[in-house]
């Protein structure tokens, strides 16, 4: 039998590949787990995907609990609804914990399963941890107490300028989406062992009422910016959608670069939301960011402040991004990037002559 | 919801203070409304527009006439307050039930203070109706929808039967909805009593029939436990200014060389 005392992780796959995200999910809830006291349990579903459960093992999972059936071929919410549901029902008793990540199809998922169990879910986290908490407030009686190991789930908050800590003690699960590429996956152990079982569901006619008719999805669009090493990026400084050409030229040095975004940027339709990095955009941490004309709202750094090096051109020099760069070139963008990329380029040809 | 663009407050308990903050149209349900107008324009449709906020929340029905919506519904009750997603969309399908009659309930996708994207598939789950997410295109012929919905790096095509919750993309048509304003027309009729009667609801918790314990901090199975403001980073930033550009960048490649990041494997030479 399962142990539904672990930390719970519904894995998402496409068209038979494992997504990253499932993969740091499954780091966030070993962390969580190891301070608890258990293990890692994921939910796989989809059709003709059994093959995917020694991935999860060997990225950290304990157990598996395998949905494999033809109706849940394409993700469409109420089957796959049906299919979560039909799991914990399963398990018999909740989880204490269970994470979803803040894609397209978490998103869509979570929080139905909420709303179906009557349980909190706290959504876009970037920080999982497991804590006490004392319920002093007066309002509500019936939640006053003193709770130990709960799940703390970190996210921003009103507009990014705060971070709240979520809890929800007086129900298991406590749920939770975490944004991608915030949680560190681990490193592949192709040693380790674990648990697989299957589970079979019955869906009814109800739940087949949205029908599928066609998923198109070239993966390389959404994998690149969070998977990124480098990502040059465009704000409003462009002054229009032209100025992406400079953008692109720059990360064209570059091996492994994407061209990123802010969000002034893709609303005014200078480029693609794909490509926004930020608060309605992806969180990135990429070996080097090169912000051109961005000013560094707080709604963009908290999407890229973690990049390991980060350098800024913008005119301002009282631009917010100049106090969270590492780097900073006060100046018009058009002269600096052209300059940049070919002192970029020699200084690499000179480091190989050596 | 609060104009998050406004100086607005956090109460002691973490929530945001949203009598204080000045209201405005969330920016994602502005998407929510234009496609509505839309279908209300192809389609044939009443707009009903609902909110649920402190009394001066009205403001946000009147701006949607503005926009073409022909009713507006107000849920305001104190005992409101503190209501996290769960217990927002419990209260919003009573809502839809006291309402009674609908075929497409459209949200936004998020709001833009809270940010979740939670409250539309949670009305969706209380009312039993299948969701689409991400909506960015739809048409409709008889009772049947095709939509398309987005998915990372592309996306979905889907058919589902009336009645159904559609949350809208923002990336779905740029935003033209002012272009059916009619904002004199609807400040004459403000000015009538009884047609602004006719045209807003005001309604609390009774009025709707919707229980207290599941509502307001009460019915609300997660609380904000402690907040803190993203820490002012930096100070370390070298800044190269003041001079030519041309010597500021090979300032920035002295440094880049001298730091042992080692850029230049990461370069195409």
């Given at each position: 039998?399962?142990?539904?005392?672990?930390?719970?992780?519904?894995?998402?796959?496409?068209?038979?590949?494992?997504?990253?995200?499932?993969?740091?999910?499954?780091?966030?809830?070993?962390?969580?787990?190891?301070?608890?006291?258990?293990?890692?349990?994921?939910?796989?579903?989809?059709?003709?995907?059994?093959?995917?459960?020694?991935?999860?093992?060997?990225?950290?999972?304990?157990?598996?609990?395998?949905?494999?059936?033809?109706?849940?071929?394409?993700?469409a919410t109420l089957?796959y609804r049906r299919?979560?549901?039909?799991?914990?029902?399963?398990?018999?008793?909740?989880?204490?914990?269970?994470?979803?990540?803040?894609?397209?199809?978490?998103r869509d998922l979570a929080p139905r399963i909420a709303a179906y169990?009557?349980?909190?879910l706290?959504?876009?986290?970037?920080?999982?941890?497991?804590?006490?908490?004392?319920?002093?407030?007066?309002?509500?009686?019936?939640?006053?107490?003193?709770?130990?190991?709960?799940?703390?789930?970190?996210?921003?908050?009103?507009?990014?300028?705060?971070?709240?800590?979520?809890?929800?003690?007086?129900?298991?699960?406590?749920?939770?989406?975490?944004?991608?590429?915030?949680?560190?996956?681990?490193?592949?152990?192709?040693?380790?062992?674990?648990?697989?079982?299957?589970?079979?569901?019955?869906?009814?006619?109800e739940d087949?009422r949205v029908?599928?008719?066609?998923?198109?999805?070239?993966?390389?669009?959404?994998?690149?910016?969070?998977?990124?090493?480098?990502?040059?990026?465009?704000?409003?400084?462009?002054?229009?959608?032209?100025?992406?050409?400079?953008?692109?030229?720059?990360?064209?040095?570059?091996?492994?670069?994407?061209?990123?975004?802010?969000?002034?940027?893709?609303?005014?339709?200078?480029?693609?939301?794909?490509?926004?990095?930020?608060?309605?955009?992806?969180?990135?941490?990429?070996?080097?960011?090169?912000?051109?004309?961005?000013?560094?709202?707080?709604?963009?750094?908290?999407?890229?402040?973690?990049?390991?090096?980060?350098?800024?051109?913008?005119?301002?020099?009282?631009?917010?991004?100049?106090?969270?760069?590492?780097?900073?070139?006060?100046?018009?963008?058009?002269?600096?990037?052209?300059?940049?990329?070919?002192?970029?380029?020699?200084?690499?040809?000179?480091?190989?002559?050596? | 919801?609060?104009?998050?663009?406004?100086?607005?407050?956090?109460?002691?308990?973490?929530?945001?203070?949203?009598?204080?903050?000045?209201?405005?149209?969330?920016?994602?349900?502005?998407?929510a409304?234009?496609?509505?107008?839309?279908?209300?324009?192809?389609?044939?449709?009443?707009?009903?527009?609902v909110?649920?906020?402190?009394?001066?929340?009205?403001?946000?029905?009147?701006?949607?006439?503005?926009?073409?919506?022909?009713?507006?519904?107000?849920?305001?009750?104190?005992?409101?307050?503190?209501?996290?997603t769960l217990?927002t969309a419990y209260?919003l399908h009573k809502v839809v039930h006291?309402?009674?009659?609908f075929d497409i309930i459209l949200t936004g996708l998020?709001?833009?203070?809270?940010?979740?994207a939670q409250v539309g598939p949670q009305i969706a789950e209380r009312l039993d109706l299948p969701q689409i997410t991400y909506c960015?295109?739809?048409?409709?012929?008889?009772?049947?929808l095709?939509l398309?919905r987005?998915?990372?790096?592309?996306?979905?095509?889907l058919?589902v039967h009336l009645p159904v919750l559609i949350t809208v993309?923002?990336?779905?048509?740029?935003?033209?909805?002012?272009?059916?304003?009619?904002?004199?027309?609807?400040?004459?009729?403000?000015?009538?009593?009884?047609?602004?009667?006719?045209?807003?609801?005001?309604?609390?918790?009774?009025?709707?029939?919707?229980?207290?314990?599941?509502?307001?901090?009460?019915?609300?199975?997660?609380?904000?436990?402690?907040?803190?403001?993203?820490?002012?980073?930096?100070?370390?930033?070298?800044?190269?200014?003041?001079?030519?550009?041309?010597?500021?960048?090979?300032?920035?490649?002295?440094?880049?060389?001298?730091?042992?990041?080692?850029?230049?494997?990461?370069?195409?030479?």
């Amino acid at each position: 039998m399962p142990n539904p005392n672990n930390v719970a992780v519904v894995a998402e796959q496409f068209h038979g590949s494992l997504q990253q995200i499932t993969l740091e999910l499954i780091g966030a809830a070993r962390f969580l787990s190891e301070k608890l006291g258990t293990g890692v349990s994921c939910f796989l579903l989809g059709h003709e995907i059994s093959k995917l459960a020694e991935g999860l093992i060997h990225h950290g999972a304990d157990e598996v609990i395998v949905v494999d059936d033809p109706q849940l071929k394409e993700y469409a919410t109420l089957t796959y609804r049906r299919a979560v549901i039909s799991i914990l029902e399963h398990l018999g008793t909740s989880p204490p914990i269970v994470l979803m990540g803040s894609t397209t199809i978490g998103r869509d998922l979570a929080p139905r399963i909420a709303a179906y169990l009557e349980t909190g879910l706290t959504a876009d986290c970037t920080e999982f941890d497991i804590g006490d908490y004392e319920h002093k407030g007066k309002a509500d009686p019936s939640k006053t107490g003193t709770f130990k190991n709960i799940l703390y789930a970190i996210r921003p908050s009103f507009g990014e300028s705060l971070k709240a800590r979520i809890i929800g003690p007086w129900k298991n699960p406590q749920m939770a989406t975490a944004r991608i590429g915030v949680m560190q996956a681990l490193p592949l152990d192709a040693l380790r062992k674990g648990a697989v079982q299957r589970v079979s569901v019955n869906f009814n006619q109800e739940d087949l009422r949205v029908k599928v008719l066609k998923t198109v999805r070239d993966i390389s669009v959404s994998v690149n910016l969070t998977g990124a090493k480098v990502i040059v990026s465009g704000g409003y400084g462009l002054g229009g959608p032209d100025g992406f050409e400079v953008v692109k030229d720059l990360a064209s040095v570059f091996k492994h670069s994407v061209v990123g975004a802010s969000r002034r940027a893709v609303d005014s339709g200078w480029m693609g939301d794909s490509h926004q990095v930020g608060q309605t955009g992806k969180t990135v941490r990429p070996d080097i960011y090169i912000a051109l004309g961005i000013s560094g709202a707080i709604q963009h750094r908290v999407g890229m402040a973690n990049s390991k090096l980060i350098i800024a051109v913008n005119k301002d020099a009282d631009a917010p991004i100049f106090k969270f760069a590492h780097y900073g070139i006060v100046g018009d963008l058009y002269q600096a990037a052209p300059l940049l990329k070919n002192a970029l380029i020699k200084m690499a040809r000179e480091k190989s002559l050596r | 919801m609060p104009d998050t663009g406004s100086k607005a407050g956090v109460n002691p308990d973490g929530t945001i203070d949203r009598a204080r903050a000045k209201r405005m149209l969330n920016p994602f349900d502005r998407y929510a409304l234009q496609k509505a107008i839309e279908i209300k324009r192809n389609a044939g449709a009443e707009v009903t527009c609902v909110t649920m906020g402190p009394p001066p929340a009205v403001e946000v029905l009147i701006e949607a006439f503005e926009h073409g919506s022909d009713y507006g519904v107000l849920l305001t009750d104190k005992r409101l307050a503190a209501s996290d997603t769960l217990a927002t969309a419990y209260a919003l399908h009573k809502v839809v039930h006291y309402l009674g009659n609908f075929d497409i309930i459209l949200t936004g996708l998020q709001t833009t203070d809270g940010d979740t994207a939670q409250v539309g598939p949670q009305i969706a789950e209380r009312l039993d109706l299948p969701q689409i997410t991400y909506c960015e295109q739809l048409s409709i012929s008889g009772r049947t929808l095709s939509l398309r919905r987005i998915v990372e790096g592309g996306n979905q095509e889907l058919e589902v039967h009336l009645p159904v919750l559609i949350t809208v993309a923002n990336s779905a048509t740029p935003l033209d909805y002012k272009r059916f304003a009619d904002v004199a027309a609807v400040k004459e009729l403000l000015r009538h009593p009884e047609e602004k009667d006719r045209r807003i609801k005001i309604v609390s918790l009774d009025t709707i029939g919707a229980d207290p314990s599941r509502i307001g901090i009460v019915g609300s199975p997660t609380v904000v436990g402690k907040t803190w403001k993203i820490g002012e980073v930096g100070g370390s930033c070298i800044v190269f200014k003041g001079e030519s550009i041309e010597r500021e960048v090979d300032e920035l490649i002295d440094r880049l060389r001298a730091d042992g990041r080692s850029v230049e494997e990461l370069i195409n030479a």
